[in-house]
């Protein structure tokens, strides 16, 4: 998504198993995903896609936000219409912003040209350090992909999946909740006695609109993904078969499990992409820390102790 960084923190691999935890679900917020925006506007080219007042928004400026995006988070933000029109508000907001700085002399306060070059000196130092840490582009092998999935393989555990349908009743305000209760316990007994039927009736009753479309279907989630109460009883019911009424804050639920699938360890076709991009992260910060200790020796280097000690006192 981003430029690597130099510095992995707690390790590239460490939250690869934190994805696979989480059944290898990230998140998708292409807004939130995309790269930092340069402040000075690119120079103008094509029709303006947005204006406010004297500033705007040209295809190319737009064009070249929209390749800083992995495809997936690109084409999800294509399709997001109200998400692109935030970012093109917010951005022509910056460029009035940056106009009235500009007209009082803002870049040229001592204390701003000094964060100035001082960033300019983190953006190159980072891009010249990615330039000569570049990693082979046939790393890793086949050979040392497999090495590190058999190495982990203890880590790479999915927990346990469970398709459950819903019929959700809402509660609006504390009356309603006996008349909620017993429609719900209704609607319970109804599918059980005809399980066959769950689907028809989601579809009908059911108040969560993004499940009730597909007869109620949740899909395959671990259980963490649920509220406690639900994630108690669906822990409990056999595939096929269809719950008490459960009520939970948000109002009551009626649940059916379809499908179960136990803890397994990930393929490594499944975490192909995720562990290679681990590996060549761990490669790249080995090959930028032996540069910098080679920069070390190359000359003689000395720290005055005594000075160091006044500037510490």
């Given at each position: 998504m981003k430029k690597p960084t130099l510095v992995v923190g707690a390790g590239a691999l460490t939250l690869l198993v934190v994805a696979v935890g989480l059944i290898l679900r990230p998140g998708n917020d292409p807004v939130a995903a995309q790269q930092p925006t340069p402040l000075l506007s690119l120079e103008r080219s094509g029709p303006a896609v947005a204006r406010l007042g004297s500033q705007q928004i040209d295809v190319q400026e737009l064009k070249a936000v929209m390749a800083t995006l992995p495809a997936e988070s690109r084409e999800q933000l294509r399709a997001n219409r109200s998400a692109?029109?935030?970012?093109?508000?917010?951005?022509?907001?910056?460029?009035?912003?940056?106009?009235?700085?500009?007209?009082?002399?803002?870049?040229?306060?001592?204390?701003?040209?000094?964060q100035t070059r001082a960033a300019a000196e983190q953006i190159v130092f980072r891009d010249y350090m990615l330039s000569v840490s570049k990693v082979p582009a046939n790393y890793p092998s086949q050979a040392e992909l497999q090495a590190a999935y058999d190495s982990g393989k203890a880590q790479w555990m999915t927990p346990p999946l469970y398709r459950v349908s819903q019929i959700f009743l809402a509660v609006t305000d504390s009356q309603n909740?006996?008349?909620?209760?017993?429609?719900?316990?209704?609607?319970?007994?109804?599918?059980?006695?005809?399980?066959?039927?769950?689907?028809?009736?989601?579809?009908?009753?059911?108040?969560?609109?993004?499940?009730?479309?597909?007869?109620?279907d949740s899909g395959l989630q671990?259980?963490?993904?649920?509220?406690?109460?639900?994630?108690?009883?669906?822990?409990?019911?056999?595939?096929?078969?269809?719950?008490?009424?459960v009520q939970s804050a948000a109002g009551f639920h009626v649940l059916k499990l379809t499908e179960q699938q136990p803890a397994r360890t990930a393929t490594l076709d499944e975490l192909r992409e995720r562990l290679t991009q681990a590996l060549r992260d761990q490669r790249q910060e080995q090959i930028a820390k032996s540069y910098l200790e080679g920069m070390l020796n190359t000359a003689t280097l000395s720290i005055d102790g005594a000075e160091l000690n006044k500037l510490l006192e």
């Open positions: 692109l029109e935030t970012w093109l508000r917010s951005r022509l907001a910056q460029k009035a912003v940056l106009e009235q700085a500009d007209a009082q002399g803002w870049r040229q306060r001592p204390e701003v040209e000094q909740v006996d008349v909620v209760a017993r429609k719900a316990q209704e609607l319970s007994r109804k599918a059980q006695a005809a399980p066959g039927e769950f689907t028809a009736m989601a579809k009908q009753y059911s108040q969560e609109p993004d499940s009730a479309s597909r007869g109620g671990p259980l963490q993904q649920w509220v406690p109460e639900v994630r108690n009883t669906v822990a409990r019911l056999k595939v096929g078969a269809v719950s008490e009424v």
